[in-house]
């Protein structure tokens, strides 16, 4: 049974650029969480996602980021117009229901690089 | 608001020796507490989870507690190998809402030869 998978692992955009990754839930999991990770940092949670619905995206940036989740395929987080702040871990976690005794699987990140 | 707070930042030890890890949160109304491991380039890994009523859950080498009334949680790492070098974050999450975790910054843990 496959884990969380991520990809690109690396990812460098110049600025201004778009960037998308790519994230494919767990088998069997419907629920998806988005986490940006700077330097030294800890996990910040940005969007929480369910199959074609987005539950919670307080955590994400009103302007250049979106995030979706269809029916068929795995979750997109896209960063449009990025800038050198942009540069950061970004992981991906699932999990099998929504709710705080689910434990969210994650995926080994992608790194986000801004020249 | 929501927080959790770990110390200390970073800590480096001997090869066997024995550590303990801090975390203290204000997340209300409790559900859990975990704590996870993440290797460095990698993605966190859970190590343990409590839940409201227990006081102590051990993993391998590893054994947790909680405190809810002071709401303060510890990871001991036992007899510590190379392998446990990696960064230790607590996280925990709360009754309700959308039920997203608070994650703590992670406690950078070096085992030297």
């Known amino acids: 049974n496959a884990g969380v998978m991520q990809n690109p692992r690396h990812l460098v955009r110049r600025r201004g650029q778009e960037a998308r990754l790519r994230c494919s839930p767990m088998?069997?999991?419907?629920?998806v969480y988005w986490y940006r990770q700077l330097p030294e940092e800890g996990l910040k949670f940005m969007v929480y996602l369910q199959k074609e619905n987005i539950i919670d995206e307080s955590g994400m940036p009103k302007e250049r980021f979106s995030a979706e989740f269809p029916k068929e395929g795995p979750s997109i987080l896209r960063i449009q117009q990025v800038v050198r702040g942009d540069s950061a871990a970004y992981f991906c976690?699932?999990?099998?229901?929504?709710?705080?005794?689910?434990?969210?699987?994650f995926g080994p990140g992608t790194r986000l690089t801004v020249t | 608001k929501n927080q959790v707070e770990q110390s200390p930042q970073s800590l480096i030890i001997l090869e066997g020796k024995n550590c303990t890890l801090q975390c203290n949160y204000t997340v209300s109304p409790f559900s859990n507490l975990r704590w996870y491991k993440q290797d460095t380039g990698r993605g966190p890994v859970s190590l343990t989870i409590m839940t409201f009523s227990e006081n102590t859950k051990s993993n391998g080498r590893y054994t947790a507690t909680l405190d809810a009334d002071t709401k303060q949680s510890s990871l001991h790492i036992t007899a510590s190998q190379l392998s446990d070098s990696a960064s230790y974050i607590c996280v925990v999450s709360a009754l309700g809402g959308s039920y997203i975790p608070t994650f703590g910054r992670g406690t950078s843990l070096i085992v030297h030869p």
């Open positions: 976690a699932s999990s099998p229901e929504r709710g705080p005794t689910y434990e969210q699987y």
């Open positions: 088998k069997g999991h419907s629920h």
